[in-house]
């Protein structure tokens, strides 16, 4: 039961924590739902890009940071980025042909204007969050971690050879 046990907790855990990522940043509050970043988050103020500059995705991420900074807020830490857009950004040249995060084959970090890149696929593509992990502008409150127990010892599972997962 130890491997079933292991193999479990190992596959739910990740599609719990996807599904609690995914409510973190789009839960819109009724129900069960968690009231999400997005849903609470500014709209980009677009005027700050310059059109004549010729801007990147490199550049709106700046632009937010600097929307944030404006409205005096809590200096950022985290952007968070659909997997396709970040590896979009993590491919950007110069016109030399050199990528401008670095060489594939140095161990660059996941770092933007210095915020830490989140990639996921709960964001959708073409869009971005910009947030701060800091604890004056976040708390979560978690009223306990995931467990997952499996157990015969329930009714007459033993009997018939039955397990129950909690």
Do not use: C
């Not at 996807?18 to 409510?23: D, G, K, S």
């Not at 890009?49 to 801007?55: A, R, T």
């Not at 050199?98 to 660059?108: A, D, W």
């Amino acid at each position: 039961m130890s491997e079933l046990a292991v193999f479990i907790d190992d596959s739910l855990r990740y599609y719990v924590d996807l599904e609690e990522e995914l409510q973190m940043l789009t839960g819109d509050g009724t129900g069960e739902n968690l009231h999400g970043l997005i849903p609470q988050a500014a709209a980009f103020d677009t005027s700050l890009l310059l059109p004549w500059s010729g801007w990147t995705r490199i550049d709106v991420v700046g632009a937010a940071v600097q929307q944030i900074n404006e409205a005096r807020e809590v200096d950022p830490t985290f952007i968070v980025l659909n997997n396709r857009d970040w590896w979009n950004i993590r491919r950007t040249k110069d016109s030399f042909g050199r990528y401008l995060l670095g060489q594939p084959s140095t161990p660059e970090g996941r770092r933007i204007w210095d915020l830490d890149v989140v990639p996921t696929q709960n964001m959708s593509a073409g869009s971005f969050l910009v947030g701060s992990g800091n604890s004056a502008a976040v708390e979560i409150r978690d009223r306990m971690e995931l467990q997952i127990e499996v157990s015969t010892q329930h009714a007459d599972f033993f009997v018939k050879n039955l397990i129950a997962v909690r």
